[in-house]
């Protein structure tokens, strides 16, 4: 279908092409992505009172059901830094590096297979079977966990941990673009992301608890750690095929007929229109290669990479960081709590302000800047730290408060900034992917040879990272000001003249007619 001529710019058309609200009715505005007069105007007038009402059914099954989840996913990984305090080294004969290459081993099948995994997520007529399955697996080798015996058992069980939890979260993050317009999706993430933060207090609680249990039925505490919250794992793994939702055409028992219409409709415009869900639908080998060549995406993923080296950094450490300050290590893992509480807050409440002012940069710049203080108070402090324990303890919590924004900001705005539906999965999955690969720089730069000298190089590399992501995202904000300043001065002749419809289509979010999200 050609371009309307209704006294509507081919301009405001490409910003309708970002829009998935109500807006003023102007004829069909949406003409042209292939919705007829009648859905555009069941869209723009769909009661409010009704709107909410399909969100709030929306957000009571598919968030709670997803941060728990991801909660297990956190504590299921990072749990081998409480144990660590509890014996484990010893009774395991480890030495050196060797509690870092078990930690950092975890990355390497992780990042490898996220990719794949979202591109075979999209072959499940049902996310919830193939999620689930992943679920029960890695809480098997969880369980499995607390039976080893040496360190080429643990990091064999690292590694496949790894391969089964590698698909859940930008599986996860895929889920939620699909259910939710642009508008809603950050503080969403930020409630299932939260859950990372939450793990790292409920690890210390559960681990506080857990850990009291040395010696019964012949099994060291540190290793019932992994053996109850393995069996926790599993029975929530169950849960995801009756309880997690799936897909708007697969939810007739739970939203009626006008919601499953007002759903579809949102997820047409916020594709770009009919033609490009069709012709963007199946894997494509260039979808990749345009992902690999797009500067844009490098930047997103630092913001990300940056996010994980503080986040895994600390989760992995805390506990040995908190008993260097002289306390034992039933205090050491309770005092882990508050800085992971205060992250979670932090997470939520600066996602609800990006979603109200519709603006991600300033969103990761200001949390960013409160890390970069973090590590300023600990960086030339925390060599003093049984002298200086108030400053140190405000920096961790300062750091946490920061870092946990920081990634539901990221994979907001990469979610909003990439037009197809097969793309984005792939896109999402590779953002988080490179972000991940932070986790490996975070397994190394607290070394325990560092612990009497304040871990300066750990320290040092979360300031120097902190500022870095400041600068590039500010470049990066820039970058899409400038390329939708670009699109924005091209004439609906001068378009006409270079493309057909079918072409814009295929384009994706590099057609003319798409705006970045700032």
């Not at 710019?9 to 949406?30: C, P, R």
């Not at 060549?293 to 908190?322: E, H, R």
């Amino acid at each position: 279908m050609g371009l309307q001529n209704d006294g509507v710019s081919l301009n405001a058309i490409g910003k309708d092409l970002e829009k998935t609200s109500q807006v003023e009715i102007v004829d069909n505005k949406y003409a042209n992505l292939g919705i007829n007069h009648e859905d555009a105007e069941f869209f723009e007038t769909f009661p409010e009172d009704k709107h909410k009402k399909m969100l709030r059914k929306i957000d009571f099954r598919l968030v709670p059901m997803l941060a728990l989840l991801y909660l297990c996913a956190h504590i299921d990984r990072a749990n081998i830094g409480n144990a660590k305090i509890e014996g484990m080294l010893e009774d395991l004969n480890m030495t050196g590096i060797q509690y870092n290459i078990a930690v950092s081993v975890f990355f390497v099948p992780y990042i490898l297979l996220e990719v794949p995994s979202n591109v075979l997520l999209k072959r499940f007529k049902r996310p919830s079977t193939y999620l689930g399955m992943l679920v029960i697996a890695w809480g098997i080798v969880m369980i499995g966990t607390g039976f080893v015996k040496n360190f080429g058992g643990l990091v064999a069980c690292r590694l496949i941990l790894a391969a089964c939890e590698a698909g859940f979260f930008p599986g996860a993050v895929y889920l939620i673009t699909k259910w939710y317009a642009q508008k809603q999706v950050q503080t969403r993430l930020a409630l299932f992301y939260c859950a990372s933060a939450l793990s790292g207090a409920f690890s210390g609680l559960l681990a506080f608890c857990i850990a009291k249990m040395d010696g019964l039925g012949g099994v060291a505490g540190w290793a019932w750690i992994f053996i109850l919250e393995g069996i926790a794992t599993v029975f929530i793994g169950v849960m995801c095929f009756v309880v997690m939702p799936d897909t708007p055409a697969l939810s007739h028992k739970w939203l009626n007929e006008e919601e499953l219409r007002y759903l579809e409709i949102q997820t047409t415009i916020k594709e770009g229109g009919r033609n490009t869900q069709e012709a963007q639908h199946k894997f494509k080998w260039s979808y990749l290669t345009d992902l690999l060549t797009d500067y844009k995406v490098f930047l997103q993923a630092f913001i990300l990479f940056t996010a994980s080296v503080c986040a895994y950094g600390l989760k992995f450490t805390m506990p040995s960081i908190t008993k260097s300050m002289g306390y034992t290590s039933a205090q050491a893992q309770l005092l882990t709590i508050p800085p992971y509480v205060a992250g979670a807050i932090s997470a939520v409440g600066f996602s609800m302000l990006s979603d109200k002012f519709q603006w991600r940069a300033p969103f990761v710049i200001i949390p960013m800047s409160i890390v970069l203080l973090g590590f300023c108070i600990l960086l030339p402090l925390a060599k003093n730290i049984t002298l200086q324990i108030p400053a140190c303890y405000i920096g961790v919590m300062l750091i946490c408060i920061g870092q946990y924004p920081t990634n539901p900001a990221g994979s907001a705005w990469i979610s909003g900034n990439l037009a197809g539906d097969t793309k984005r999965a792939m896109g999402i999955a590779l953002n988080i992917a490179l972000g991940n690969s932070g986790g490996l720089l975070g397994s190394f730069m607290f070394l325990d040879s560092e612990a009497k000298k304040g871990y300066p190089t750990g320290f040092g590399i979360g300031l120097g990272l902190a500022a870095a992501v400041i600068m590039s995202t500010c470049f990066l904000e820039w970058s899409y000001w400038s390329i939708n300043k670009k699109r924005a001065a091209m004439s609906e002749e001068e378009i006409e003249s270079k493309y057909n419809e079918q072409q814009l289509a295929r384009m994706g979010d590099k057609s003319p007619l798409y705006r970045y999200k700032l």
